[in-house]
């Protein structure tokens, strides 16, 4: 089984770089200078107990590999860019590829789905960060991260056990869930939702009211879909990593956070607040907070405005 891991940022190449490190066959896609420097010097995987320099194979397109029915891919990009990658990677795949959505949200499955009949989610806690070609940062203690594997929309199959078996030899504590969406759900509602107030206003949004309040306008809008957010009760799982800094320094923001850091012009936020203001839509019920976020979103992009700088009362003020 190779791993083709596709978007090899810091989700994808802290996944990729420990498989690799492991002895999985391993080759990624990346983009522009970052896979000029993997391709030049490798990938610097930097963590909380040193650094790697792990020569791994890089193409900057799937059309520069032959894609066959045994490989796996490991989306590893931002929703927004979900659908373009799917598109090249369906020009150029055999149809029976197992596809595997390492990413936030959950419209990446929907997504994949409509071109791939394997099609599996992975539910991510892994605090990375890539902010420079050639090197990806993991602030882990302990496990690298905690990674679920089930296909979607629901099941296992040989894929995923073989996929959770090399993700523990390569130092992640990661299980093989049937309904590996409602831990993706979970994710988003208790996690992701403050994505863009972290971004907006660093740790003052994240602990302000409004994300309490985007939480309980998203825990309306499941109950009305019937969806069924699966929150991890097991508590060895749950301190099985633990943040930790590399020397030193800690991690200075999420993925939203990341992308206005690299100087990106758009954010997954209608992937993450946009998805509770879609269901909200479709099943009547009001999300004027995770409306107004995703607003936000949109203007911390567009205004290029550097992550952390706007004052949190402004934001409240502005949502009401």
Known sequence: MRYVVYGAGGIGGTIGGRLFHAGCDVVLIARGLHHD?????????????????????????PG???????????????????????????????????????????????????????????????????????????????AWGI??????????????EQLVADLVTAGFAATADATVMGRKYAKLLLMNLANVLEAASGRDGVLSELTGR?????????????IEPKVDDEAERRTAMRLAPIDGQHR?????????????????????NGEIVLLGRLHGVPTPVNEGLQHLGWRLAHDHIAPGTVPIAEVIAAIG
């Open 37 to 61: 420097a993997i391709r030049a010097h490798g990938l610097e995987l930097r963590g909380a107990m040193g650094t790697e320099v792990l020569p791994i194979p890089v193409v900057d397109h």
């Open 64 to 142: 520069r590999l032959d894609l066959g029915p045994d490989d796996v891919v490991l989306l590893a990009m931002k929703t927004q860019h979900t659908e373009v990658a799917l598109d090249a990677l369906a020009a150029t795949a055999h149809p029976a590829i197992a596809v595997v959505c390492a990413q936030n949200g959950v419209a990446n499955e929907r997504f994949a789905l409509r071109r791939f009949a394997n099609v599996h989610g992975m539910s991510v806690a892994l605090p990375a960060a890539h902010l420079e070609p050639g090197v990806v940062e993991c602030y882990a203690g302990g």
């Open 147 to 160: 990674l679920d594997v089930g296909r979607y929309p629901d099941g296992l199959d040989a894929v995923d």
């Open 214 to 226: 985007a939480q309980e306008e998203a825990r309306t809008v499941f109950a009305a879909a019937g």
């Open 252 to 272: 200075g923001g999420g993925s939203t956070w990341q992308s206005l850091a690299r100087g990106a012009t758009d954010t997954e936020v209608d992937y993450l």
